[in-house]
T-cell receptor, first 115, second 114 residues
Framework: NAGVTQTPKFQVLKTGQSMTLQCAQD?????MYWYRQDPGMGLRLIYYSASEGTTDKGEVPNGYNVSRLNKREFSLRLESAAPSQTSVYFC??????????????FGPGTRLTVL | AQSVTQLGSHVSVSEGALVLLRCNYSSSVPPYLFWYVQYPNQGLQLLLKYTTGATLVKGINGFEAEFKKSETSFHLTKPSAHMSDAAEYFC????????????FGTGTRLTVIP
């Protein structure tokens, strides 16, 4: 049971380049989430998906798109990377239909630098 | 709207000493409250959570937290610190209705001195 896996672990982009961060979970969870973690700011929700086929914006969605490819996979795309998107990105998943009481399980993160 | 304030971005304690990490929240509706821990180069993992019922919540690794509604607090404690407790700790809040949107505090880095 690998839990939540993320690829890549590290990435360096130039301004304007695009990339997709991949996330997969093997716990048969319904809900998945993307967060970014910046120094001194804690984690902030970018997008979430309460179930396969649905996605919703979180606190900081601008500059990002997501795809819930199937129940296991939830990808985050940066169409035109900007230095302000330099951050550590965490994917998480939770059992249940995305209720507030559900425990979230986090992946190890992707450290992204945009030059 | 919810928000979380963690007092002290860095806390140092001696091995064997009491650990106290402070968390205050604001929420317009009854909240669910969480403490997560992040070890170096790892994702976050749940230490404990308060949903309803008993206000003293016990978690993993000997940690516990008490929900005090009158003080809007959810401080994390451990009677005796171990070296392995060195990590960053995040308090988070979500509202009891609606989607599972966690609002995180800015984190407290705990250092344990041998």
């Amino acid at each position: 049971n690998a839990g939540v896996t993320q690829t890549p672990k590290f990435q360096v982009l130039k301004t304007g380049q695009s990339m997709t961060l991949q996330c997969a979970q093997d716990m048969n969870h319904n809900s998945m989430y993307w967060y970014r973690q910046d120094p001194g700011m804690g984690l902030r929700l970018i997008y979430y998906s309460a179930s396969e086929g649905t996605t919703d914006k979180g606190e900081v969605p601008n500059g990002y798109n997501v795809s819930r490819l199937n129940k296991r996979e939830f990808s985050l795309r940066l169409e035109s990377a900007a230095p302000s998107q330099t951050s550590v990105y965490f994917c998480a998943s939770s059992d249940g239909p995305g209720l507030a009481v559900d425990t979230q399980y986090f992946g190890p993160g992707t450290r992204l630098t945009v030059l | 709207a919810q928000s979380v304030t963690q007092l002290g971005s860095h806390v140092s304690v001696s091995e064997g000493a009491l650990v106290l990490l402070r968390c205050n929240y604001s929420s317009s509706v009854p909240p669910y409250l969480f403490w997560y821990v992040q070890y170096p180069n790892q994702g976050l993992q749940l230490l404990l959570k308060y949903t309803t019922g008993a206000t003293l919540v016990k978690g993993i690794n000997g940690f516990e937290a008490e929900f005090k509604k009158s003080e809007t607090s959810f401080h994390l404690t451990k009677p005796s610190a171990h070296m392995s407790d060195a990590a960053e700790y995040f308090c988070a809040v979500s509202q009891q209705t609606g989607a599972n949107n966690l609002f995180f505090g800015t984190g407290t880095r705990l250092t344990v001195i041998p």
